[in-house]
Each structure stands twice: as C-alpha cells, then as structure tokens.
C-alpha cells in the first residue's frame, strides 16, 4: 500500500475550480509537515502549497497566493489543496508529500525535506 495517494485531478476550464485530495496510510498526519508539488512538461518540479505538522504554518508559491488553500481532516487522515480561479498554467501533475523532521515548519524550495511521495494527479486547465 502506497504511503501516499493523490486523487481529483482532472480537466477544468479556465478560472474553475478543483480540490485535489492526498490520503496519508500506514503513518498518522500530525507527525508530518506535508507540501503540495507540481511539474509541468518539460519544467522542474516546483513547490506550490504546504502545512506544518501543526496545521499552523501554511506557506504558498507566488503563483498560487489568493487561489490555492491548503487544509486537513485529521480524522480522515487527508490534505487537500484547494484551487480556485485556475489558470493555463496551473496544468501539471500534482504531488503531495510527506516531511518527518520539519518539526513545526514546511518548506517548497527543500524537497529533500520530504520523505514520502505519492504517485501524482494530473490537473489540466483548458477551454
């Protein structure tokens, strides 16, 4: 069983909006920062959202400031990533991850700091 799994990727139009969704097994979601991740074709991988283990430190990519929210359930065991307004160039796969020794913080521009990875969902913004 994969220690992370993505799902609610999908085809929107431009300026809808999509949650993508990343259930957490095998490990419980308190001890973990956890950080959002996109790639885009023929770009690097590059951070979009994270939250502490706390759930109260949130950061955001530029990009992404004002439409993106990212939460979690606890009790289900899940972080989403909410995306409102979407752009053309907020296609790409989306990752989530799963950080052990970000005690208290998260980070998008480490992502050695992150120690489990989910496969991905893909998220295209297109008319």
């Known amino acids: 069983q994969l220690p992370l799994v993505e799902s609610g990727g999908g085809l929107v139009q431009p300026g809808g909006s999509l949650r993508v969704s990343c259930v957490l097994s095998?490990?419980?979601?308190?001890?973990?920062?956890i950080g959002w991740f996109r790639q885009a074709p023929g770009k690097e991988r590059e951070g979009v959202a994270c939250?502490?283990?706390?759930?109260?430190?949130?950061k955001y990519a530029d990009p992404v400031k004002g439409r993106f929210t990212v939460s979690t359930d606890n009790v289900k065991n899940t972080v989403y990533l909410q995306m409102n307004s979407l752009k053309a160039e907020d296609t790409a796969i989306y990752y989530c991850?799963?950080?052990?020794?970000?005690?208290?913080?998260?980070?998008?521009?480490?992502?050695?700091?992150?120690?489990?990875w989910g496969q991905g969902t893909q998220v295209t913004v297109s008319s």
């Open positions: 991850a799963a950080g052990r020794r970000l005690i208290g913080i998260c980070v998008l521009d480490a992502h050695e700091s992150y120690d489990y």
């Open positions: 095998g490990f419980t979601l308190r001890g973990y920062a």
């Open positions: 939250i502490s283990s706390s759930g109260g430190a949130t």
